[in-house]
């Protein structure tokens, strides 16, 4: 019996075929994704590829809103300290306008109190983060607060972040005094002004919190639904994957081995017909 070179051709070309095959069945198993290339699939790698840039940008925005709750987390620490700062001045100034304290404890106290001042400026001073301060004034009006963006289309929370060092175009408290019972008396209105105006600023930063993590809620909602789409296009089977590969391969042994025994099939006739 003969076996026509035709035949061996055709198990040549199954080899060959099975060899493709099992090389985008390992690329499936090595990158855990069934669409590699434009040849697996022109339209799903296109559609996956706008899947992941789609998700990547709402990872931007996450980042960016990550950021921002953390500069409102600062700051409303900051404006905590500063409100314990003035609660402890307003005290003092209470003790001096109650009279009956001599001069060297109103004086006592009013050294405290100028500290307590000072340090009103250094904590909103020391408020910021690469060179940028967050409380001096510097965000403080509408169009020029601190911007973040939270999502597509140019969304953006702007969050305005008033001057509080103690000075007069910020809490207005830095040339007070209690010196003596009547500047005290002055200076309980100076600080329970200011102190309403931390105390205002400090729901206007929980909203902010609030808002930032509604929109970073909202931005992890639409990542997770592109991520699924990505995760249903690319999905793998890796043990079905395997088995499969395993499978074709046994047959490139049978095909080889039919191949070999083709060809040993032809020269040993050609041996018989010319013999040598």
């Known amino acids: 019996m003969t076996i026509s070179f035709r035949s061996i051709l055709q198990a040549v070309n199954h080899y060959n075929r099975l060899q493709s095959v099992n090389d985008g069945l390992a690329l499936q198993l090595s990158t855990g994704k069934r669409i590699n290339s434009p040849k697996d699939d022109p339209f799903l790698y296109r559609r996956i590829g706008a899947f992941e840039e789609e ?3 709402y990872e931007t925005y996450l980042h960016s809103i990550g950021e921002g709750l953390a500069v409102v987390s600062h700051v409303h620490d900051a404006v905590g ?29 009013n050294e405290q109190y100028e500290e307590l001042t000072e340090q009103l400026t250094v904590i909103a001073e020391g408020t910021g983060f690469g060179g940028k301060k967050y409380l001096d004034g510097t965000y403080e009006n509408a169009g020029s607060g601190f911007r973040i963006a939270t999502g597509p289309g140019g969304e953006v929370y702007e969050l305005t972040l008033p001057n509080t060092t103690a000075v007069d175009d910020g809490l207005d408290v830095e040339d007070t005094s209690v010196s003596s019972t009547g500047n005290a008396n002055s200076a309980i209105g ?28 909202l931005m992890e909602s639409k990542q997770r639904e592109l991520d699924a789409l990505v995760d249903k296009y690319q999905a793998v089977d890796p043990v079905r994957l395997a088995a499969q590969l395993d499978r074709n391969k046994t047959l490139q042994q049978y095909t080889l081995a039919a191949i070999g025994s083709s060809l040993d099939s032809q020269r040993s006739l050609v041996d018989y017909l010319f013999p040598r």
């Open 81 to 109: 300290q500063q409100i314990d700062t003035l609660e402890k001045m307003l005290d003092i100034a209470n003790k001096v306008s109650a009279g009956g304290l001599s001069a060297n404890e109103r004086s006592a106290l």
């Open 55 to 57: 998700s990547a940008r």
């Open 190 to 217: 100076a600080l329970e002004d200011a102190l309403e105006s931390l105390k205002g600023l400090q729901q206007r930063l929980g909203t902010g919190e609030f808002i930032l993590e509604s929109r970073s809620g």
